[in-house]
C-alpha cells in the first residue's frame, strides 16, 4: 500500500519528525471538519508544506472527524507526528479550530444560512479566546488562505525536497499515505475481488451534488483519453452506477472493473455527513481502496474539479493527466482566480 516501494518511510518520516519538533511556533490542523475527505486531505498535504517553509510546527486534529469512526487518522491510517489526544485539548480545538465557512455556501443554504453564520460567529468569538491564551499557536482559520500559495520552488534537504509544489507535496503524500494494518487488510480483500489484470487504465467519473458546483463532464472526454491507451481493462471510480451501465453499453470491447454498487447512484455529502459512522467507515473504505488501485495504474484520467483526482496528481504525477485542464490538477487548486470560481473543488 506504499505509493512509491523506493521510498524509504522510515528514514523520511524520523527527519521530519525532527524538524517539526525543532519550530517554535505551532499549526494545528483540523482533518474532518467540514469537508469530504480528500479536500480535507489535499488541504492537510498544503497546510503541511506551508508549516516546513514557515518553520511552524504541524500538529493534527482529527479526533471525531466527519470521516472518523473512532479517533480519526489513526482509523485508516498510520500516524506521522503529533496528534491531539488529550481530552481536554480535543474538546478545546473541536469548539474553536475548523475550516473556514465561506467557501461552502452554496451548499450549506440548505442547512440554512442564519445556522452556519451564527455557528461560524460564535466559533471566531471561541478562537480569539484561544490565540490571547496561545499566542504562538495556530489554529487552521488563521492560516487557511495561506496554504494555498505556493513559491516557484521548494528546498527542504532534510526531507529530499528539491522542485516545485507538485515535487514538494509528491513526497508528503508518500510519507502520510501509509494504511495500518487493520485498514489495510480490509482494502486488500476489496482490492483482490475485483480480479484486477497487472496493467490496466484507471479514470474518476463524478456525479452526485458535483453539479451544484460545476457542469458534470459526460464519459466522452474520458473516452477520448482511454482510446488513445493500448490497454482494455478499465477501473473506474465513481458514484453512480449508471456510469458504469453506460460505459459497458456504449463501449462493450472493454473491461469495466468498479467498487461502486449498482444501487448507488450518486454521492450526496450531506447526506452523508449525516450517515452512522459505520456506513461512513464502509464507505470510506471503498474510496481508499479505488485511490490505491488507481495509484498502481498505467495511466490515471481526472478532472480538476474533484479533489480524488488532484490528490492522485499529487501522489502519482507521473501517470495522471485531466480531461479538463492543460496544467498539473494541482495548480488548479492553487491558482487565485480558479479558487474563486463556484466549480472550485474544495470540499468533495
Partial sequence: MIIDNLLNREEVLNSYIKLNKSFKQ????????????????????LAMLYCLTHQTRFILHSYKGNFA????????????????????????????????????????MQDGVWKWQLKKRVLNVLARGYNLFYPRTYLTQDLWDQFFYFQPHYDIPELGINGNIVQACHRLA?????????????????????????????????????????????????????????????????????????????????KWYTLCEETERGYFHQNFSKSDRELKYRSLLKLLASVDIMTRSQRFIGTTTSNPSIFMDICRPDISESVDGDKNMLYYLLYPETRLRSSSPYRT
Fill in 26 to 45: 505551532t499549526l494545528v490542523f483540523r482533518m474532518g471538519d467540514s469537508g469530504g475527505f480528500f479536500s480535507e486531505y489535499n488541504g492537510m498535504i
Fill in 69 to 108: 469512526r473512532e479517533k480519526g487518522w489513526e482509523d485508516f491510517f498510520l500516524p506521522f507526528c503529533t496528534i491531539i489526544q488529550d481530552k481536554l485539548d480535543v474538546y478545546v480545538h473541536t469548539y474553536t479550530n475548523f475550516r473556514p465557512f465561506g467557501l461552502h455556501g452554496k451548499i450549506q
Fill in 174 to 254: 508518500q510519507m502520510t499515505w501509509h494504511f495500518n494494518g487493520k485498514t489495510g487488510e480490509e482494502i486488500q480483500v476489496l482490492e483482490e475481488g475485483l480480479k484486477l489484470p497487472q496493467r490496466y487504465v484507471s479514470c474518476h467519473i463524478r456525479g452526485g451534488d458535483k453539479f451544484m458546483e460545476t457542469k458534470l463532464l459526460t464519459i466522452d472526454p474520458y473516452m477520448e483519453r482511454i482510446k488513445e491507451q493500448p490497454y482494455k481493462d478499465i477501473f473506474v471510480l465513481t458514484d453512480d452506477y449508471t456510469v458504469i451501465d453506460q460505459l459497458a453499453t456504449q463501449y462493450p470491447t472493454y
